[in-house]
């Protein structure tokens, strides 16, 4: 499972080099504009070169001649850029991103570090590889609590939902949560979004369909063991009964535990429901889960 953090470490090296494409380029239209900033430039290098093979030789008389050179010779510069208007900086690197200087984050209004905008290629992607590729239509922005009606009530949701994920507020300590509703009121489209939301956090999520569980390969099932949130959806006690699936989840759970993991399990089925009827490894758990409804 690649992390939107490795994905972002990874673009920093294609930053870097458009950042020297583009310095680069800036230099090569100034000296092409200002030929004699470019001489001025060229003699610059040549006495540094100079004054460090006096230096080198230990011949100090001619090192501190060529450091006088180069002090006039950069002050004529200094003069040259100021009667054209040239910018000082016009031949030092320039970042890509002024939000974020790069880094691929910057500071929400309330303090947490958020993926910037200009990582929006690389935040798609970590989407879709946390089995959300069916779901590219489900965007952080465009999401709306009274889209279905009972705004209030599905705002309190979310926010329990996202304080459940992030480990804050009442029963914080709990490492699975359960939330419930109907069918048909848009329990995915919002579990979604949490998860989405998790990753623009910088952590590491992955939502799946708790029948699909049973034909996962193990590289898959170690990522739902790892990731900082796990979300689980359309999970039923008889399909988590089956014997694979129960198995896998046991396993999950525990690591999970282990670990101070959240994850949190979205059905139409009722806590106690869940409990009565799912396999018996897996009842204690669910029996001590948090409770969303």
Do not use: H
């Not at 100021?82 to 000082?88: C, L, M, Q, V």
């Amino acid at each position: 499972m690649i992390t939107i953090n490795e994905l972002i470490e990874m673009s920093k090296a294609e930053l870097e080099a458009e950042r020297n494409i583009d310095k680069d380029y800036r230099v090569a239209e100034c000296y092409r504009k200002f030929p004699e900033l470019a001489a001025m430039d060229g003699d610059l290098v040549e006495l540094r070169k100079s004054a460090m093979i006096a230096s080198l030789e230990g011949r100090d008389d001619y090192a501190g001649r060529f450091g006088s050179k180069e002090a006039a010779l950069r002050q004529k510069r200094e003069n040259y850029l100021r009667d054209n208007n040239i910018p000082a900086d016009f031949d030092s690197e320039k970042f890509i991103c002024d939000k974020c200087n790069d880094t691929g984050y910057i500071a929400g209004k309330d303090g947490t570090r958020k993926v910037c905008s200009c990582m929006k290629e690389q935040l798609e992607e970590c989407y879709d590889n946390s089995g959300m590729r069916d779901y590219r239509s489900v965007k952080l922005e465009s999401y709306r609590n009274g889209y279905l009606g009972d705004e209030a009530g599905r705002k309190k949701r979310m926010n329990m939902i996202l304080s459940a994920c992030l480990g804050r507020g009442d029963n914080a300590d709990k490492d699975i949560w359960i939330y419930q509703g109907a069918p048909q009121t848009g329990k995915t489209f919002l579990t979604i979004v949490v998860a989405k939301g998790m990753i623009n956090l910088g952590k590491s999520a992955i939502y799946c369909k708790c029948e699909a569980i049973e034909d996962m390969e193990e590289e898959n099932i170690e990522d739902l063991k790892i990731c900082d949130v796990l979300f689980i959806d359309d999970f039923a006690a008889d399909i988590s009964s089956r014997r694979k699936i129960a198995y896998i989840l046991n396993t999950v759970f525990e690591v999970r535990k282990a670990s101070g993991r959240k994850t949190l399990i979205v059905s139409y089925e009722t806590q106690n429901q869940l409990v009565s009827d799912c396999d018996i490894r897996l009842a204690g758990k669910l029996k001590n889960a948090g409770y969303i409804s």
